[in-house]
């Protein structure tokens, strides 16, 4: 039996027998490493080349977090949360959260989520917007979503969210349907 075990700078090809005695050859074969620089995902951890004295590169692990910022206006008897960056798993989705919760101790119940200026959400950002929309029904409130194309407004028609959160294109038609 053939096994292929690749390794960061070299690639092993092992030939094992599986008999009463098992032995192991191991041929090592120097291939040359490329390190592409591509800009990293979003909380991504992914090695990133550097080199150590002797030439060879290391692996180093890298971390990029974009904050979120979320601006509260109001405007009349309606609260409007504007959204800018990316709405994913960890900080960013409990962070809209407590600023809806602090919306809602204020006694507001008419609330508009602007992710227009959202480039990413993930399914924690989903279940964020559903729980609070759960919530606002509850204390008979209502929540309404603003969303251009792209693919925030993707991921609300994928999973159908546009039909249980009304979804509208601008601002306007979201404050014109409160009235």
Same mark, same amino acid.
């Given at each position: 039996?053939?096994?292929?075990?690749?390794?960061?700078?070299? %690639?092993?090809?092992?030939?094992? *027998?599986? @008999?009463?005695? !098992?032995?192991?050859?191991?041929?090592?074969?120097?291939? &040359? +490493?490329?390190?592409?620089? %591509?800009?990293?995902?979003?909380? *991504?951890? @992914?090695?990133? !080349?550097?080199?150590?004295?002797?030439?060879?590169?290391? &692996? +180093?692990?890298?971390?990029?977090?974009?904050?979120?910022?979320?601006k509260v206006r109001e405007v009349g008897a309606v609260s409007i949360l504007e959204?800018?960056?990316?709405?994913?798993?960890?900080?960013?989705?409990?962070?809209?959260?407590?600023?809806?919760?602090?919306?809602?101790?204020?006694?507001?119940?008419?609330?508009?989520?602007?992710?227009?200026?959202?480039?990413?959400?993930?399914?924690?950002?989903?279940?964020?917007?559903?729980?609070?929309?759960?919530?606002?029904?509850?204390?008979?409130?209502?929540?309404?979503?603003?969303?251009?194309?792209?693919?925030?407004?993707?991921?609300?028609?994928?999973?159908?969210?546009?039909?249980?959160?009304?979804?509208?294109?601008?601002?306007?038609?979201?404050?014109?349907?409160f009235s």
């Open positions: 039996m053939f096994v292929l075990c690749p390794s960061l700078s070299n %690639l092993e090809l092992r030939l094992v *027998a599986l @008999r009463a005695k !098992p032995f192991l050859i191991t041929y090592n074969l120097r291939l &040359p +490493t490329y390190h592409f620089l %591509l800009p990293p995902a979003y909380n *991504a951890v @992914r090695p990133f !080349p550097s080199s150590n004295k002797r030439g060879r590169s290391n &692996p +180093t692990f890298m971390i990029e977090r974009l904050p979120m910022e979320i959204v800018h960056g990316r709405l994913t798993i960890g900080e960013p989705s409990e962070q809209l959260y407590s600023a809806l919760q602090s919306v809602m101790k204020k006694g507001v119940r008419k609330v508009i989520v602007a992710l227009n200026s959202t480039p990413q959400i993930d399914s924690s950002g989903l279940s964020t917007l559903v729980r609070i929309s759960i919530q606002l029904a509850r204390e008979g409130g209502v929540l309404r979503l603003v969303c251009g194309l792209g693919r925030v407004r993707d991921a609300l028609t994928v999973t159908r969210l546009v039909e249980a959160i009304p979804t509208f294109d601008t601002e306007a038609s979201a404050l014109a349907n």
